[in-house]
């Protein structure tokens, strides 16, 4: 009866898991989803009103700007794995930690802001190619780009609190909404006073300022905050010492995800910046849901024993493999007339090709996130470090060369390659990759048979469609013969929905 009720019990607490994850992967994405639709449908109004020369200007003041977010120093991400340890700690340790973590990120953020006002004026005066008129408004607003690092590394430890914490919703809430005023302010702002871009610039950061704000009273209730005090050296190398290989890959990662863009803006010119961005972009919006269960995942991993922690990352691999499968096929089949009918039959001829090559990279790398946040979780982030250190100089030459040899598609398929080698490191680091193997080939199978089909017969043609769908068809049976959660989810989809006809 004892060895009964035991089981009884882990069974329970094992439904209970299951449940908080997927109740907290459905807030994570919804938080994901809301700001893409609303991408979505911004994206042709702002391309309408402030051309692709002057939008792919902006993407480049983005990229810049996010890619100071590295000084925040990996405290972010210590911040959240130390509160997923504190559950049961005193409130005075809590708020050591608080203090310690926005103190640090408050002298590296102003630190990064005067590098950016420094660095960003011969950046973007010699390095690339755009109108000089839109180069001096983009120097004119290097003050306002300089004081949105602090900005951004302090919020990054009052986000690191709650999701610590696995308030899920009270952080997602909150970056909605900052995402749909920072979205909305600059478009308004290009209606009403014209498309110059220190205008866009300065309105985007107004924007930020205001979604700060809810941030920090939230995690001041999370802590709970007592009072105003310095922080503690005990806790200042904890912090630093994870977040320092956080750093490390938080330097690298910012070159492995943009540098194919500076790289073309540089060799090519602003417009083709855009023909690139514009289905990076929006392929990228697939890694939603992989990046919500990762962001789930993580307080949970931190706290698992070893083996419990690859039991539930193993599992979690298998799943998201086979769930997201039918829909990477069908974005690949479709990239040509999505394109088509979001911006301009002549946009994609020129851009689908980009964007069904990247769609493979693009699955491949969503993969690769529960090996590296396990990794992260637990504890081994220098392990992390070690792979994106050794990847870095072969990635950048290739690069180099893609570009110059292939121009936008050259950059895609290098992109495409480095997720490759990416995931099949993490799985093999983190010890995945046997029990995911046979999984993850066979779904690969159903990918390159989608791209093959698009590239030999045409994203246009009419014949290519007809057989992408058989092929998405098929491939949608495969994944839930393979997949029993699959299966599960459209048995509690197609009851909820009859009932709803009832």
């Known amino acids: 009866?004892?060895?009964?009720?035991?089981?009884?019990?882990?069974?329970?607490?094992?439904?209970?898991?299951?449940?908080?994850?997927?109740?907290?992967?459905?807030?994570n994405l919804m938080g994901s989803v809301l700001p893409t639709a609303l991408s979505l449908i911004t994206l042709p109004l702002y391309l309408h009103k402030i051309g692709e020369i002057r939008f792919g200007v902006l993407s480049i003041v983005w990229l810049i700007l996010g890619y100071f977010d590295v000084f925040d120093m990996g405290v972010s991400r210590a911040t959240s794995n130390q509160f997923a340890r504190l559950h049961g700690a005193s409130g005075k340790t809590r708020q050591e930690v608080f203090w310690t973590a926005t103190t640090l990120n408050?002298?590296?953020?102003?630190?990064?802001?005067?590098?950016?006002?420094?660095?960003?004026?011969?950046?973007?005066?010699?390095?690339?190619?755009?109108?000089?008129d839109m180069r001096a408004e983009?120097?004119?607003?290097?003050?306002?780009?300089?004081?949105?690092?602090?900005?951004?590394?302090?919020?990054?430890?009052?986000?690191?609190?709650?999701?610590?914490?696995?308030?899920?919703?009270?952080?997602?809430?909150?970056?909605?909404?900052?995402t749909i005023l920072f979205r909305l302010f600059p478009l308004a702002v290009a209606y009403i006073h014209g498309p110059e871009l220190s205008?866009?610039?300065?309105?985007?950061?107004?924007?930020?300022?205001?979604?700060?704000?809810?941030?920090?009273?939230?995690?001041?209730?999370?802590?709970?905050?007592?009072?105003?005090?310095?922080?503690?050296?005990?806790?200042?190398?904890?912090?630093f010492s994870?977040?320092?290989?956080?750093?490390?890959?938080?330097?690298?990662?910012?070159?492995?995800?943009?540098?194919?863009?500076?790289?073309?803006?540089?060799?090519?010119?602003?417009?083709?910046?855009?023909v690139y961005s514009v289905p990076y972009n929006f392929v990228h919006r697939f890694q939603t849901l992989p990046a919500a269960l990762a962001r789930t995942l993580f307080p949970r991993l931190s706290g698992l024993l070893?083996?419990?922690?690859?039991?539930?990352?193993?599992?979690?691999?298998?799943?998201?493999?086979?769930?997201?499968?039918?829909?990477?096929?069908?974005?690949?089949?479709?990239?040509?007339?999505?394109?088509?009918?979001?911006?301009?039959p002549e946009f994609a001829r020129r851009a689908s090709a980009v964007g069904e090559?990247?769609?493979?990279?693009?699955?491949?790398?969503?993969?690769?996130?529960?090996?590296?946040?396990?990794?992260?979780?637990?504890?081994?982030?220098?392990?992390?470090?070690?792979?994106?250190?050794?990847?870095?100089?072969?990635?950048?030459?290739?690069?180099?060369?893609?570009?110059?040899?292939?121009?936008v598609l050259g950059a895609a398929w290098v992109m495409s390659g480095r997720d490759l080698i990416d995931a099949l490191l993490f799985l093999a680091l983190s010890g995945l990759l046997p029990t995911v193997a046979r999984r993850l080939a066979g779904a690969a199978a159903w990918l390159l048979l989608a791209l093959v089909l698009v590239r030999v017969g045409g994203g246009a043609s009419v014949t290519t469609q007809i057989l992408g769908a058989v092929l998405t068809i098929a491939s949608?049976?495969?994944?839930?013969?393979?997949?029993?959660?699959?299966?599960?989810?459209?048995?509690?989809?197609?009851?909820?929905?009859?009932?709803?006809?009832?």
């Open 138 to 178: 983009v120097v004119s607003c290097l003050p306002w780009l300089g004081l949105a690092v602090p900005l951004t590394t302090i919020s990054g430890v009052f986000v690191g609190v709650l999701e610590g914490s696995e308030r899920f919703a009270t952080v997602n809430t909150i970056e909605v909404l900052g």
């Open 106 to 132: 408050a002298l590296f953020g102003l630190v990064g802001g005067a590098a950016l006002y420094a660095l960003a004026a011969p950046i973007m005066g010699h390095y690339f190619k755009m109108p000089q």
């Open 306 to 344: 070893p083996r419990e922690a690859m039991e539930l990352a193993g599992k979690s691999v298998r799943a998201l493999a086979i769930m997201t499968l039918p829909i990477m096929v069908a974005a690949t089949v479709l990239m040509y007339p999505f394109l088509s009918l979001w911006i301009s």
């Open 476 to 502: 949608t049976i495969w994944a839930v013969r393979m997949e029993p959660a699959l299966k599960e989810l459209l048995i509690r989809l197609k009851v909820r929905f009859i009932g709803g006809v009832a």
């Open 199 to 239: 205008w866009l610039i300065i309105s985007a950061f107004m924007a930020r300022v205001v979604s700060v704000i809810p941030l920090f009273i939230c995690a001041a209730i999370t802590v709970p905050l007592k009072g105003i005090a310095g922080p503690a050296r005990a806790w200042i190398k904890p912090l």
């Open 242 to 274: 994870y977040g320092g290989w956080v750093t490390i890959n938080n330097v690298l990662f910012p070159v492995f995800v943009s540098l194919d863009r500076f790289l073309i803006g540089s060799a090519v010119d602003a417009a083709a910046v855009t």
């Open 1 to 27: 009866m004892a060895d009964g009720s035991v089981a009884v019990k882990e069974q329970v607490e094992s439904t209970n898991v299951a449940k908080g994850i997927q109740r907290n992967t459905v807030i």
């Open 357 to 407: 090559v990247l769609v493979l990279g693009v699955w491949l790398s969503s993969l690769a996130f529960i090996p590296y946040t396990l990794l992260q979780g637990q504890g081994r982030p220098r392990a992390v470090a070690f792979i994106h250190l050794a990847e870095a100089p072969f990635f950048v030459a290739a690069i180099w060369l893609g570009v110059r040899a292939g121009g």
